[in-house]
């Protein structure tokens, strides 16, 4: 079987040996390069002795089309199975694997201290009476939490300076699935700070909280850190948390045990000196790594 083509300076023939789906065994004689810029295109006679065009380029991508199959369905399959956020909220899209599922949400225990409600004098009294529960865990328990997972935690990105009454229902939601929870983690101490008067402890020049920078390891910069804030109503309960023993706890590893907060108050802050508004608030045990056993700094 073979194909005449007029008016060519050269005639080249090509057998095709590798046959593709539902395509005859051909022959095809390739026109000149004048006609190849014109679609490259070939005539074809096929296995009945009838003769149609078909192009070349196409050919070559069908061949590749199925060479490349397998892969762009496993694309297809990958991109299927990312969940796209919508909801408005920092951090990763799914829920920390890490994370308990079933955590419970005790009660805070409040009471006054030094004369200070557990609301404070002001400010955003909700999280004031957060900020200053002094419950031992949940019946003395803590949930074992990664700093990874908890520095990954995701929050409504609108609730940044906006007190908690005016938050919408879903922003509570977002926020009550984690907040609340005694967890307990590790990390190494990048700074300790004693922090001015705030509406928390009515304003006491004497009574402050102090902030700890926590980060997953000792040369991380702050803006990777998670803030956790030592309180004046558990210092109070705990004679060897002195100023000197919480300041020298920078570049220990140690083992923290607290509640779970969201702060809201310090959007400014994110990528500067920290890394999330999540916050273990207020610290309820801390314990340093020594000689690889956890040592308490209660006394």
Known sequence: M??????????SRLSVTEDLPLVPRL?????SAASQRLGDLA??????GSRSLWPAAWR?????LWVLLPML???VVLIAGCSVDSSGVYGPTSAPGAFPGDAAHPTP?????????????GGDQALNTLKNRTDDGDN????DVSFDTLVNLSYPQDIGRTQRANWSQSDVAAVDKYEGIAVRTTGYVLGVRHEGTESTNCHSTDYRDYHVWLGANASDPRSKSMVIEVTPRERDQRPGWTSSALSSLTGEQVRISGWLLMDQEHPEQLGQTRATLWEIHPIIHIEVNQGGSWQSIDS
């Open 27 to 31: 022959q095809i004689a390739y026109a």
């Open 2 to 11: 073979g194909i005449r083509l007029s008016r060519l300076s050269r005639l």
């Open 43 to 48: 005539h074809v006679t096929e296995s009945d």
């Open 73 to 75: 369905l496993l694309l």
């Open 109 to 121: 225990n409040t009471t006054s201290f030094q004369g200070c409600p557990p609301g404070g004098d």
């Open 60 to 64: 070559k991508c069908v061949k590749r």
């Open 140 to 143: 003395g328990a803590f949930q």
